[in-house]
């Protein structure tokens, strides 16, 4: 029988391949990819039917709240293995046709770019821009308008099963304690296709705003964490007060304690401001002594781990235990746990 839509099997199966070396708890129905995997043959095979015949309807994704590193909790929406799967699915689709669209100072959840690419863009514009607008989006996979999002999927994809699973997905409720809630907006932070639509989101309600209507600026943007690179304060305000305006007509805010405006003190930039410094990814960049070639000490306004992502790695590390660990696994080692063993 002709099914309704044109899905090859060895794309489903590919996808279950990406999920499994991820990895992942469980969903609503509880089943984990070891069960999954126990009966695959079946379990693929149903999942590639309903998709190809458009009677695939996603499950509710799990409500799992994590905490964030500046306190608070942050909900995460958990999908089924069968749904993560399915999502991989059109995200293998979907993602070849938007990558070349995303703009160049864009570095989320892009294949081959990473945390690092973007830490050393801001840290060389740095040198060349005197003032920093420092920014992040509060709630974004929260608060995405389902309408904006999905005109910006159909001017770049015209597969009608893809536009079909993304719609759905965008109406699967939530489960937060046994309760199912219904949602209008957002999309669940911790879905495999959710970055994608986030960034294609966030593209054309910033990137391509910003290249438009704030052609005298340079950016980088990183998810919902970003900079804007200024040349004066007055532009610095400027650009703060009109990027908070897009934003709010977008349905969006900008986090009141994460976003401000710093002035990159360094040998050169000796004026002083209140605000000196700011954290990007995990790096503080702040006014630092440097030595140059000849030996001598100068300012620069360079980028070090942050504080907070120090105490996150010691906390890592503690958790290895390493101080219980047998050097080659042997028993009598003299630093094996506790126990003090003289040399011969």
């Known amino acids: 029988m002709t099914k309704s839509f044109d899905i090859p099997k060895r794309l489903v199966w590919e996808a279950f391949q990406q999920v499994k070396a991820n990895g992942g708890s469980a969903g609503v129905d509880q089943e984990s990819i070891e069960v999954f995997e126990s009966k695959l043959g079946d379990n693929l095979y149903r999942l590639?039917?309903?998709?190809?015949?458009?009677?695939?309807?996603?499950?509710?994704?799990?409500?799992?709240?994590?905490?964030?590193?500046?306190?608070?909790?942050?909900?995460?929406?958990?999908?089924?293995?069968?749904?993560?799967?399915?999502?991989?699915v059109v995200k293998k689709v979907l993602e070849p046709l938007l990558e070349p669209v995303f703009d160049r100072d864009?570095?989320?959840?892009?294949?081959?770019?990473?945390?690092?690419?973007?830490?050393?863009?801001?840290?060389?514009?740095?040198?060349?821009?005197?003032?920093?607008?420092?920014?992040?989006?509060?709630?974004?996979?929260?608060?995405?308008?389902?309408?904006?999002?999905?005109r910006a999927v159909r001017k770049h994809c015209n597969v009608p099963w893809v536009l079909l699973y993304i719609d759905r997905w965008l109406k699967a409720p939530m489960e937060m304690e046994g309760q199912r809630v219904a949602r209008e907006r957002g999309t669940p932070q911790g879905g495999v296709v959710s970055p994608l639509l986030a960034?294609?989101?966030?593209?054309?309600?910033?990137?391509?705003?910003?290249r438009r209507h704030l052609p005298g600026v340079r950016f980088c943007r990183y998810a919902d964490d970003g900079v804007v690179h200024c040349r004066s304060e007055v532009q610095a305000k400027l650009v703060l007060r009109k990027l908070a305006a897009r934003l709010r007509e977008c349905g969006l805010e900008l986090h009141p304690e994460k976003t401000r405006i710093v002035y990159c003190q360094d040998v050169n930039r000796?004026?002083?401001?209140?605000?000196?410094?700011?954290?990007?990814?995990?790096?503080?960049?702040?006014?630092?002594?440097?030595?140059?070639?000849?030996?001598?000490?100068?300012?620069?306004?360079?980028?070090?781990?942050?504080?907070?992502?120090?105490?996150?790695?010691?906390?890592?590390?503690?958790?290895?235990h390493l101080q219980l660990k047998c050097p080659g696994g042997h028993p009598n080692s003299p630093t094996c746990g506790h126990l003090k063993i003289p040399h011969p």
């Open 270 to 320: 000796t004026n002083q401001y209140a605000t000196v410094k700011f954290t990007f990814l995990g790096y503080t960049f702040q006014p630092r002594k440097a030595v140059d070639k000849y030996g001598r000490i100068y300012v620069n306004f360079s980028p070090a781990v942050s504080r907070e992502a120090m105490k996150a790695m010691r906390q890592t590390v503690r958790g290895w």
């Open 106 to 150: 864009s570095f989320g959840y892009r294949p081959g770019r990473s945390a690092l690419d973007a830490v050393a863009l801001v840290r060389r514009r740095c040198w060349d821009y005197d003032w920093v607008v420092e920014f992040d989006i509060e709630g974004l996979f929260d608060n995405i308008d389902h309408e904006l999002l999905l």
């Open 48 to 88: 590639w039917n309903r998709m190809g015949s458009g009677s695939y309807f996603p499950p509710p994704v799990k409500a799992v709240p994590i905490p964030k590193k500046s306190g608070g909790t942050r909900v995460l929406g958990v999908p089924t293995v069968a749904d993560r799967v399915a999502q991989t």
């Open 199 to 210: 960034n294609l989101f966030l593209h054309y309600v910033m990137d391509v705003w910003m």
